[in-house]
């Protein structure tokens, strides 16, 4: 069309420049509001933390950890770590956690409650390095990681009963967790009672609950002692790591929140997309504004004033639906403030970035080698090859 377009240089010369300090001032700017907040109140905040890598398995470069506040849902913490840092991706999620933490320290921000997943090693960090942090894991993780094996076991010969109960097996977790409100003793007693429960007995041992606490009961089919199916479903149910992390849930055991903003972060910096350092950095700090400035957002209504729902048949499910909110449309009032905050910088005439927290490249610590000699290197490998194939 012979349009004229600035160059891949120019671009790259302008986000050096401007973009992402701009981005990192305004970013800066609404944090230190944030903490101002809280520390109005009490300075003691229930967190919500989850890590994301920005490629699946073992070979993911960059790595991010965002902690969110359970009353106003803002995010008030968040490290990106670069896998050379931590000494492999596998661990970044811990060491985001670990400097998350730090932050919050050191701007005077008490964490009173953190939940997270069921990773081993921040349950051990949490338990050796934070005792004084009561650290729950997310009841979301542990009741997919029992209906994975339920499904399992209810694909089994004489086990299909286990298929039909499993629906109702994962809201009595749930049911325990509000329970016990945050004693774990209670909630461990309630969901205990399950054993009892299924094959029809509603009294039981247990003090902290004795008895279930439902009327009737509508005809159904129970399981019956000394199956495979009873015994089956006990040795999950019931399994040691099943009661411990029973032990560590409470009614603020959910991070539905920080999964919500990774979904934003993909938009924002797609998985399948390489970027410097400095560009994830800025992507994820455009993320982090947008979400804060749109996490009030409340229910949206119908003409006759009712809360708006929209159903959806994800496909785990296999046919069965899930209920949504519809929430107000989202605002987009932080892009007025960033492109004030480039202006100033373009007024300013920057030099170009120079970030001393810029971790060193991945390739740092490579034995360097020159063309000529990894060229030689090349074509001796293939005349050895070519040899061999002729003898």
Known sequence: MNVQNISYDTYMKHQSKYLVLAVNDVMMKEHEEIVEEIKKKNGEIIAMGDGRADSPGHSAKYGTYTIIEKSTRKIVASQLVQS??????????????TRALAQLEEEGVAVKELVTDR???????????????RHSVDIWHIDKGMGK?????????????VKK??????????????????DPDVSVAAWKA??????????????????????EIEEREWFKPSTKAYTKLKEIAFSKNMMKDIRQLTPNSITSGVESFHSLLNHMAPKMLHFSYHAIRARYQIAIIHHNENSARVQAKTKGGDDRYNIVYPKFKKGSHTLCKVFEKATYGYVTRLMNAVH?????????L??????????????RISKEDAVKQHK???MINETSVEN
Do not use: Q
């Open 119 to 133: 990773h081993v090693s921040i349950r051990k960090m949490m338990r050796d390095h934070h005792p004084t942090i």
């Open 380 to 382: 001796t490998r293939f």
């Open 344 to 352: 100033k910088h373009v007024i300013n005439d920057n030099k170009y």
């Open 149 to 161: 094996k339920l499904t399992a076991l209810g694909k089994e010969r004489g086990c299909d009963l």
């Open 194 to 215: 399950l054993e009892n429960h299924v094959i029809n007995i509603h009294t039981h041992d247990d003090p902290k609950f004795d008895k279930c606490l439902h009327g």
């Open 354 to 367: 120079e970030d001393p927290s810029k971790p060193p490249p991945l390739s740092s610590t490579a034995i």
């Open 165 to 182: 109960w499993k629906p109702a097996i994962s809201k009595h977790l749930y049911w325990c967790v509000n329970k016990g409100k945050g």
């Open 84 to 97: 050379n840092e931590a000494g492999s991706s596998t661990a970044m999620e811990k060491e985001g956690l």
